[in-house]
């Protein structure tokens, strides 16, 4: 079964960390841009980083510059989030997806088509 599977997420108090995991399973994501997206309650879905298939080439919104990284190690087939420093804004499910072409692009304007689970990230006191 082709799929990505996202895990790693949790509660965390303000200023946490957390990191991420985005596994491929039944395919291989190093010929692929992957990104990850989030989605707070009542809001959009939103790029938060992206990577290039030889992470070269990194793209972070603006609200995570600093405090998230964005990784890749294709021999593990997995992509990784690093995230430091969490707020409360922060909090949502946190799901990764592949792509071609431009890595910005990707970031500011999410994939269609369907989703994984995600992993709910939640920051709270």
């Known amino acids: 079964q082709v799929q990505l599977v996202e895990s790693g997420g949790g509660l965390v108090q303000p200023g946490g960390s957390l990191r991420l995991s985005c596994a491929a399973h039944?395919?291989?994501?190093?010929?692929?841009?992957i990104g990850w997206y989030r989605q707070a309650p009542g809001k959009e879905r939103e790029g938060v980083s992206c990577?290039?298939?030889?992470?070269?080439?990194?793209y972070y919104r603006d609200s995570v510059k600093g405090r998230f990284t964005i990784s890749r190690d294709n021999a593990k087939n997995t992509v990784y989030l690093q995230m430091n420093s969490l707020t409360p804004e922060d909090t949502g499910i946190y799901y990764c997806?592949?792509?071609?072409?431009?890595?910005?692009?990707?970031?500011?304007?999410?994939?269609?088509?369907?989703w994984g689970q995600g992993t709910q990230v939640t920051v709270s006191s």
């Open positions: 997806a592949p792509g071609i072409g431009d890595v910005q692009n990707m970031c500011v304007y999410p994939p269609s088509g369907s």
């Open positions: 990577i290039s298939v030889g992470a070269g080439t990194t």
């Open positions: 039944g395919f291989s994501l190093d010929r692929f841009i």
